[in-house]
Each structure stands twice: as C-alpha cells, then as structure tokens.
C-alpha cells in the first residue's frame, strides 16, 4: 500500500499550522503550500515538502496537487483591515477556483475546505446550526460563502469534499482575537456592550485541527460541519481571563447599544485626528457585533467522533501567558 500524501494551504497561519502538526503527529506524508519559502522552512523545516505557490497565481498552482489523495484548504484572507474587498474575494474566492481546478486536474480525492461561522451573518439566536440560510454581514463573510459553494460544485463533480466552520480561534501564533483583547485590556476604560453579556464561542486551534482531520476520515461529502470548543462564554468572561494573565484591571462599565452608535463617529474623528488607525478605521459594524450573541450548534461534528480537549478558561490564559509574560507584558 502507499503511503497517502496530503496538501495542506495556509500553513503558516494559526489555523493551518495547528492541522500540519497533527498530521506529522499521524506520520502523514505532508506538502504545504507556502508563498514564503523561508517563513515555511523556520516553522517546518525538513519535516515537509513545501511548494512555494499563490492562490492569487495560477501558474504557480500548476504542480501543486501532482501525487496528492487528500487536501485541507485553510488558506486564506481575514482582516478587513488589511485586505481591501478586491483583495479578499480575488484570494478567497477566485484562489479556491484555481485551487479546486488544480485538485480536479490531479485527481485529488477528498478534501476539507476551512470556511467560517461568518457566513450566517449576526444578530443570530443562540444555536445556529449547519441548516441556518447564509446571511453575510461582511465581504469576509460572503467571500466563504462564495468559496463553499465552488466546493459544492466540485462535490457534484466528483470531489469528496467537506466544510469546516470554526469560530473564533485562538492559540500559539494568534494574530487576531489575542492581540486584540490585550490592546484593549492595556486600556485604563473597557466598555463593554451591554455589559459583556452576550455569548461568543472560540475555539482553540489544536481542537479546531483535530475536527478538521474527523471531518476528512468520517465526513459526509457535502456536509458543512461547525466546530467551537463546546462551551457558553460570556464577553467579559474572556476579556476576564486574559486581563488576569496581563494582572490589568481596566474599568469595564456597561454600554448600550444606544450609548454606541451615539459615540461611534467621535471615535472615528478623533482616531483620525489623533493618527490612531485603528479608532480612524472604526465601522458601525465592527462594533454591533458586539451586541451580538455568537453561539453555534456542534452536534453534528460531535456525532462524528469530536470532542473538544481544551477549554477556554484554561486555554486562553495558557495561550496568553505563552504571548505576554510578565516580563514582556508590552507586547502586542
């Protein structure tokens, strides 16, 4: 018998590293598709075959997929922020197209497509399950619907193909929600909306890798599958956590929806004035979500085998302490 080889796109990255390392931890033969030929080799070393490609090149993709049965597509554009609406639909969208049609052509098997809970948009009931009608509140947001329903079409063409739909993520690596918290819990006034009430489900991102690899040995082709670490977190209870690894004690007072809007262009003036980007970019939108409960039905990945390992009051101040020692508190 041969060995099955596996591709694995965003490897780099939070998400993608975590489901390289629980392949080598299987002693899978692994090739990861990497633009950064050096940022591969210092995470990876020898340890895998690194094809040097762009989702957003089509030509680079050409050998990409020769010899591959299986296929975890991670890779791909998040933050708004950085990446304009061009960007994230030509890298989301159109670099899935490329990359299913190098699949296709290579005669790849079965492959797993990381696609997110944004697709179902906010102001959800608590719950949401698979079944949910997308409703997309952002371009991240429609640019995975996008991309799922390239996959669906590859699935009538013959590709076994799966959809993860994780939460927030966290762990070692973490560029976005433990950067973020920190700043925030470094300031001398939090306010959180409506109180840091409302649920928000994360996941950490070995759980997350390890409902990826259920999902491509027992998943239904076609099926699209949620995964958070099972749990019912409130806003300031994760604020909390970390704030306790930073030792910070910001006020945290309750602010209304009302309250928000209402200040919401000041903020966004005086970011502008001040040269603070991160205030001068400021959208309505980015902070409604926070009124918002996000909390997700995993009962059918969980009928698959799944169960979450690591919980968020012991996984977040971990992944946090691991970041922001004592002595390097500073870090951002």
């Given at each position: 018998?041969?060995?099955?080889r596996?591709?694995?796109?965003?490897?780099?990255?939070?998400?993608?590293?975590?489901?390289?390392?629980?392949?080598?931890a299987?002693?899978?033969?692994?090739?990861?598709l990497?633009?950064?030929?050096e940022?591969?080799?210092?995470?990876?070393g020898?340890?895998?075959?690194?094809?040097?490609?762009?989702?957003?090149?089509?030509?680079?993709?050409?050998?990409?997929?020769?010899?591959?049965?299986?296929?975890?597509?991670?890779?791909?554009?998040?933050?708004?922020?950085?990446?304009?609406?061009?960007?994230?639909?030509?890298?989301?969208?159109?670099?899935?197209?490329?990359?299913?049609?190098?699949?296709?052509?290579?005669?790849?098997s079965?492959?797993?497509?990381?696609s997110?809970?944004?697709?179902?948009?906010?102001e959800?009931?608590?719950?949401?399950?698979?079944d949910?009608?997308?409703?997309?509140?952002?371009?991240?947001?429609?640019?995975?619907?996008r991309?799922?329903?390239?996959?669906q079409?590859?699935?009538?063409?013959?590709?076994?193909a799966?959809?993860?739909?994780?939460?927030?993520?966290?762990?070692?690596?973490?560029?976005?929600?433990?950067?973020?918290?920190?700043?925030?819990?470094?300031?001398?006034?939090?306010?959180?909306?409506?109180?840091?009430?409302?649920?928000?489900?994360?996941?950490?991102?070995?759980?997350?890798?390890?409902?990826?690899?259920?999902?491509?040995?027992?998943?239904?082709?076609?099926?699209?599958?949620n995964?958070?670490?099972?749990?019912?977190?409130?806003?300031?209870?994760l604020?909390?956590?970390?704030?306790?690894v930073?030792?910070?004690?910001?006020?945290?007072?309750?602010?209304?929806?009302?309250?928000a809007?209402?200040?919401?262009?000041?903020?966004?003036?005086?970011?502008?004035?001040?040269k603070?980007?991160?205030?001068?970019?400021?959208?309505?939108?980015?902070?409604?979500?926070?009124?918002?409960?996000?909390?997700?039905?995993?009962?059918?990945?969980?009928?698959?085998?799944?169960?979450?390992?690591?919980?968020a009051?012991?996984?977040?101040?971990?992944?946090?302490?691991?970041?922001?020692?004592?002595?390097?508190?500073?870090?951002?």
């Amino acid at each position: 018998m041969t060995t099955q080889r596996v591709l694995a796109t965003g490897a780099t990255g939070l998400v993608g590293g975590a489901i390289v390392r629980a392949l080598l931890a299987r002693q899978r033969s692994v090739r990861i598709l990497a633009r950064n030929l050096e940022a591969a080799r210092v995470l990876f070393g020898s340890t895998v075959e690194i094809a040097v490609g762009d989702l957003r090149d089509a030509k680079s993709l050409g050998g990409v997929c020769d010899g591959i049965d299986q296929m975890f597509h991670v890779a791909g554009a998040v933050d708004t922020h950085q990446h304009t609406h061009r960007e994230m639909l030509e890298t989301n969208v159109e670099g899935t197209r490329r990359l299913l049609e190098a699949a296709r052509q290579r005669g790849v098997s079965r492959a797993v497509y990381t696609s997110s809970v944004s697709v179902y948009g906010d102001e959800l009931p608590l719950g949401v399950d698979e079944d949910t009608p997308f409703n997309p509140a952002s371009v991240y947001g429609v640019s995975k619907v996008r991309a799922e329903e390239l996959v669906q079409e590859a699935v009538a063409s013959g590709l076994q193909a799966m959809i993860v739909r994780p939460c927030i993520v966290y762990g070692p690596g973490d560029r976005y929600f433990l950067p973020q918290a920190a700043r925030a819990m470094r300031l001398p006034v939090v306010p959180l909306p409506d109180g840091g009430r409302h649920i928000v489900d994360v996941v950490h991102a070995d759980d997350l890798a390890a409902a990826h690899l259920i999902a491509m040995e027992s998943g239904h082709p076609g099926a699209a599958y949620n995964v958070t670490d099972g749990g019912r977190h409130r806003t300031k209870e994760l604020l909390g956590w970390i704030a306790d690894v930073l030792q910070r004690s910001p006020w945290r007072p309750s602010m209304s929806r009302w309250l928000a809007k209402t200040i919401w262009p000041f903020v966004h003036v005086a970011g502008q004035l001040a040269k603070m980007p991160q205030l001068a970019n400021i959208r309505w939108q980015d902070l409604k979500v926070f009124f918002s409960d996000y909390h997700f039905d995993i009962s059918k990945i969980t009928a698959l085998g799944y169960v979450p390992h690591i919980e968020a009051p012991h996984g977040l101040r971990s992944a946090a302490q691991s970041r922001y020692s004592e002595s390097d508190g500073s870090r951002s």
